[in-house]
């Protein structure tokens, strides 16, 4: 008997171990699929360019909010503008077994006003980003562009 419900417990963690993804920085097992962690909107924690604190450069340029938004079969991404200038909208795509996850900023909808940004945050440009780590309340992303190395947290305050 003993023996059956060590195979049975060591089948179902083998199980969850293909169900799960894994990410550098955590967690080391989600019963919840990566799209669902995605979801919902954030605040920007921190920014690191090359290993200074770009935070305030960033939210004062483009705000300090996103949200990840999934719509029938269309991935919308939309990135807010604090001081109300206006939004950006794009698309989001995971690739490589969910460990990256890529993003393409588009032109702001109906109100022709662009938010000038920087790096991979204007519009017109893809950037794939390493998911360091996914949890049902934050997302911290690191990426390389133009030769600088971003490193992204961002915290769910709405789900």
């Known amino acids: 008997m003993k023996p059956t419900i060590t195979a049975l417990l060591s089948f179902f963690l083998l199980q969850f171990s293909f169900i799960s993804c894994r990410y550098e920085e955590g967690p ?6 990566v799209q669902s962690r995605l979801e919902g909107q954030y605040s920007v924690k921190y920014l690191f360019i090359n290993g200074g604190d770009s935070t305030e450069a960033y939210v ?9 938004d999934f719509h029938s079969s269309i991935n919308l991404y939309n990135c807010k503008s604090l001081n109300g200038v206006g939004e950006m909208d794009g698309n989001y795509n995971f690739l490589n077994r969910n ?3 890529e ?6 909808p109906a109100s022709g006003d662009y938010i000038i940004g920087f790096g991979p ?3 017109s440009v893809t950037t794939t980003w390493d998911i360091k780590r996914l949890t049902n309340h ?8 133009q030769s ?12």
Do not use: A, V
Not at 60 to 68: D, I, N, P, S, T
């Open 28 to 33: 080391l097992l989600s019963l919840r699929g």
């Open 60 to 68: 004062e340029k483009c705000g300090g909010y996103f949200l990840f």
């Open 99 to 101: 460990n990256h996850l």
């Open 103 to 108: 993003i393409r900023f588009h032109h702001p």
């Open 121 to 123: 945050f204007i519009y």
């Open 138 to 145: 934050e997302i911290i992303l690191e990426t390389t562009y």
């Open 148 to 159: 600088d190395n971003y490193r992204l947290q961002l915290k769910k305050f709405y789900y």
